[in-house]
């Protein structure tokens, strides 16, 4: 039973945080008015991958939660999610593609040293952080592209 209510609550807060963060940082007028790369993907993509990408978050770091909450990967988890919760607000709050790069480029660092770390404690943890990485791979690329042609 604690086990299920650990994966509940980190699915269930992950989700939130990330939805909440996502919902007050809504790209608006000046979002539209930038000059976007041509892998830019529709705006209908971000809302289902990041809900497909908080309940694997939130999955990984309940299963390392419940192996290994004093370890290093567990430390790396929380720093990773607290830059996933700023990167919104900055780019889009502060409507600033260079301080949404200054967080976004530590966050794929801290998912990437992630994975390493958790592959020690639990391999499945570390491979539900694997489309996390590469979607992130991406939005820093797509961030670094829009701070350049803007």
Same mark, same amino acid.
């Given at each position: 039973m604690r086990n299920v209510m650990v994966y509940t609550v980190f699915v269930v807060l992950v989700t939130g945080m990330g939805l909440l963060s996502g919902l007050t940082n809504i790209p608006g007028d000046w979002y539209q008015s930038l000059q976007k790369p041509w892998f830019n993907p529709p705006a209908w993509v971000f809302g289902p991958a990041w809900t497909v990408l908080y309940v694997l978050i939130g999955l990984a770091g309940a299963r390392i939660w419940l192996k290994a909450p004093s370890s290093i990967a567990m430390q790396i988890w929380f720093a990773q999610w607290a830059l996933n919760l700023l990167w919104s607000p900055f780019f889009f709050g502060l409507e600033s593609p260079a301080l949404g790069l200054a967080v976004i480029l530590p966050m794929l660092a801290m998912i /990437?040293? !992630?994975i390493v770390k958790? +592959? +020690?404690?639990?391999?499945?943890?570390? /491979? /539900? !952080?694997?489309?996390?990485?590469g979607w992130v791979a991406f939005a820093t690329m797509l961030n670094t592209a829009i701070f350049m042609l803007n």
């Open positions: /990437l040293v !992630f958790a +592959r +020690r404690i639990d391999q499945m943890a570390a /491979l /539900l !952080f694997v489309p996390y990485a």
